[in-house]
């Protein structure tokens, strides 16, 4: 039978081009850039609960501090709590669309990525030596007549930040109506099923940014349960800082 999609097999291949070697090296930058913008996030959530318990606070005592650092943190909690538990529904979605997918296409076998290896790496041969490999996920391609679209498939969650998920997404939506039409009025068995392993890639994605939406509410979350215990017991020592930087600014920067 002809089907409107092909598959081709995920596979880790030793590429020392230059080419690649600079991209690992953008890799590496890149996971200090997410540190960076950690610590920035961080430092944005703590300058709020300051604002917050600036306002509510008048005296500024440990009696006063941890009812309100306790009401920040339980807060937080629940947040964490409820969130978690749509994460969690999102990769057991991701998993049963994974297993489904992988039972329906019989050209797909169970290639799995091991969640320890990184997208671009390097392996030290000598002294002054590396070897750089890239990791290639599974990858589908749809053929409709006028268009192809190629789009890799996520086998964990370590895929799930190193593959360009909303991308790809808005590529399948673009992809949709076209592929679509290329089925329309046909009646056959395997366009019938060229269609619905689309949907099941695409709802693979959408499972991925909603987990990724909610893991980042998680993250702050937990920025404010993390705030409001260092100002629960530490807000005193926090605001002279804070008030040292405020009149340090307002010295470098007069109009401010």
Not at 12 to 32: E, Q, Y
Not at 69 to 79: L, P
């Amino acid at each position: 039978m002809e089907y409107h999609y092909s598959i081709k097999e995920g596979e880790l291949l030793l590429d020392n081009s230059r080419k690649n070697r600079m991209v690992a090296i953008a890799g590496f930058l890149f996971r200090l850039l997410k540190l960076f913008m950690l610590l920035f996030s961080f430092c944005i959530t703590m300058y709020v609960t300051y604002l917050i318990f600036r306002e509510c606070i008048v005296e500024a005592t440990l009696s006063n501090c941890i009812p309100l650092g306790s009401i920040f943190a339980t807060f937080g909690s629940a947040v964490i709590s409820v969130i978690s538990l749509f994460c969690n529904k999102q990769i057991s979605f991701f998993q049963e669309n994974l297993s489904a997918l992988h039972e329906q296409i019989t050209g797909l076998s169970s290639w799995k990525r091991w969640p320890f290896l990184k997208r671009h790496s390097r392996e030290r041969v000598s002294l002054w030596k590396y070897n750089y490999y890239t990791l290639h996920n599974p990858q589908i391609t749809f053929n409709s007549e006028e268009l192809c679209l190629t789009i890799a498939l996520p086998t964990c969650t370590a895929d799930f930040y190193d593959i360009p998920i909303v991308y790809n997404t808005f590529k399948m939506l673009g992809f949709h109506k076209n592929f679509s039409k290329s089925l329309a009025g046909q009646h056959k068995i395997q366009d019938q099923k060229d269609i619905f392993v689309f949907y099941c890639t695409m709802m693979i994605y959408r499972n991925i940014i909603r987990y990724k939406t909610g893991t980042f509410f998680m993250l702050v979350g937990s920025e404010f349960v993390l705030a409001s215990i260092i100002f629960s017991f530490f807000y005193v020592p926090v605001q002279e800082v804070m008030l040292r930087v405020s009149d340090y600014v307002r010295v470098i920067f007069p109009g401010l």
